[in-house]
């Protein structure tokens, strides 16, 4: 049976790889590693670059997304937090583009191999706890957070939202340039330290 296509189908003019991943062989899985290890580096670039896709999408709000994300990093970078803490402040809702009704899912996924269980579970979890401020408007409990009470983390998120993300839509407060946060976002993606493929990559990065 012929499948057709909508966009057209483009292979590799360098390398005459498997079709199916079981018969792959290790000289295709290194030259897969290598471009691997090409492509791996740039995805600060990458991530950067998705943020600023939340430039000029104001949703209702008296700023856009991407003005109320470098706020909320500005107000955690000039509290004195750390960088890995005010990298997630930036990026914590990188996934309101494509995942508009599970947008912290989103930024934790793309955080979870680089920070630490702390900062990912304050990420992945600051939808429910930000709903303390408005969830009573749209017919959702306020304290729906309250689940994850006596939890570690419960009172880094709550903090986290009180104090840096539930303040952030002011068009008159200090705003950072994104260029700011860039050589720290490059840091804190630098090298994955939770990941099944840690140690793949660096014997790929070292070869």
């Not at 292979?11 to 199916?20: L, Q, Y």
């Not at 005010?86 to 680089?114: E, M, Q, R, W």
């Not at 006596?150 to 952030?168: I, K, S, V």
């Amino acid at each position: 049976m012929t499948v057709e296509h909508d966009a057209p189908i483009h292979e590799s003019p360098t390398h005459d790889s498997f079709v199916r991943m079981q018969d792959g062989t290790a000289d295709d899985w290194r030259v897969i590693g290598a471009e691997f290890a090409q492509f791996a580096p740039k995805l600060p670039d990458r991530v950067l670059a998705h943020l600023k896709l939340l430039g000029g999408d104001f949703g209702g709000f008296r700023v856009d997304r991407l003005t109320h994300s470098l706020q909320t990093a500005t107000r955690a970078a000039k509290a004195g937090r750390d960088e890995e803490y005010v990298a997630c402040a930036l990026l914590h809702d990188i996934g309101d583009t494509l995942g508009s009704y599970n947008h912290f899912d989103i930024a934790a996924a793309i955080l979870k191999p680089f920070v630490s269980d702390a900062n990912l579970w304050m990420v992945q979890h600051h939808g429910i706890f930000q709903g303390y401020y408005f969830f009573h408007h749209i017919g959702l409990d306020r304290h729906l957070r309250d689940q994850f009470s006596g939890h570690a983390h419960y009172e880094r998120t709550a903090e986290f939202c009180e104090l840096y993300d539930n303040p952030a839509f002011d068009a008159k407060a200090e705003t950072l340039p994104i260029g700011e946060f860039e050589p720290m976002v490059r840091r804190v993606f630098a090298q994955p330290r939770n990941s099944i493929y840690k140690a793949s990559t660096a014997v790929a990065a070292n070869a």
